[in-house]
């Protein structure tokens, strides 16, 4: 199985498509064999659209005992893949590889505050991990979440953002980029909601994904606050291809991002640079 699972795809059925808004949609596939696929928040998959090609996605469901996974695509025009997998329809099949990467290190964030700070469709793989954190809230103390969108229309999983923002266990902080009629919340990018955040330097940690243009103004303002960089995970699942380190796409300095991450501590990041 694990033979199959890299290198030759598993079947999936497409068992449900939802869309989010103009450019992305939601996936559910479950595997044919039914047998779960194990993994951890922030992994990805090479998905296989027949008579398309492959492309890596970020899981974005919970991990759990279930043959069923989710997956958030945007739709690129002209991007092959994504635009056959946009135009697919329940009970269609696809092919699955992985999970490959890393994905979020809990034990990094059990028993700690937890910032998860996602812009756009950075969304989708920090969904997952916040999930995951849900269905173990006792292991982790305070749960603050982020999220930036150019326009309220670009918002995902509006559902599932209407149910987080009634739990009191979750500080869930949203904003868009510019004024919009169809928006009373905060206006601004992202970094304008650490304006008002109080947290325990050391007793904090942070996941961040979003555009590679919001991550340097991100850093800076969970440096100002003095987190610690060990604690500061980012995604840099942009770069992948392949998944198994073959193709050298994602090769940064001899670290290949498909499979020594696609999250890396900050503290990891530095020590890239350096080299």
């Known amino acids: 199985m694990e033979r199959q699972g890299t290198y030759v795809p598993r079947t999936a059925t497409l068992i449900e498509s939802v869309e989010e808004n103009t450019l992305e949609k939601t996936f559910t596939f479950e595997l044919d064999d039914g047998t779960p696929l194990p993994y951890n928040p922030g992994q990805f998959v090479l998905l296989t659209v027949f008579g398309a090609g492959e492309a890596p996605f970020t899981l974005c469901s919970m991990p759990g005992n279930d043959p069923r996974i989710t997956l958030t695509v945007r739709r690129y025009p002209g991007g092959r893949v994504t635009e056959a997998l946009h135009e697919m329809k329940p009970g269609e099949h696809a092919g699955v590889r992985g999970p490959f990467g890393n994905g979020f290190a809990m034990e990094m964030l059990r028993g700690r505050d937890v910032l998860v700070v996602a812009g756009g469709i950075g969304m989708a793989p920090q969904r997952g991990l916040i999930e995951a954190i849900l269905r173990e809230r006792d292991q982790f103390d305070r749960l603050i979440v982020f999220y930036g969108m150019a326009s309220p229309d670009q918002m995902l999983y509006n559902d599932l953002i209407a149910e987080w923002i009634e739990r009191e266990d979750i500080d869930l902080r ?65 770069r992948m291809a392949c998944g198994v380190g073959k193709c050298g796409h994602c090769a940064v300095k001899g670290t290949y991002v498909c499979i020594d991450g696609p999250v890396f501590s900050l503290v990891q990041l530095r020590e890239l640079e350096a080299e």
């Open 174 to 238: 949203l904003t868009i980029d510019r004024p919009h009629t169809d928006w009373d919340g905060h206006v601004g990018l992202i970094t304008t909601l650490f304006e008002e955040l109080d947290v325990l330097p050391g007793h904090t940690s942070a996941t961040i994904v979003g555009p590679p243009v919001m991550y340097p103004f991100v850093i800076a303002e969970c440096e100002r606050l003095e987190l610690d960089p060990e604690y500061i995970f980012l995604s840099l699942e942009r």
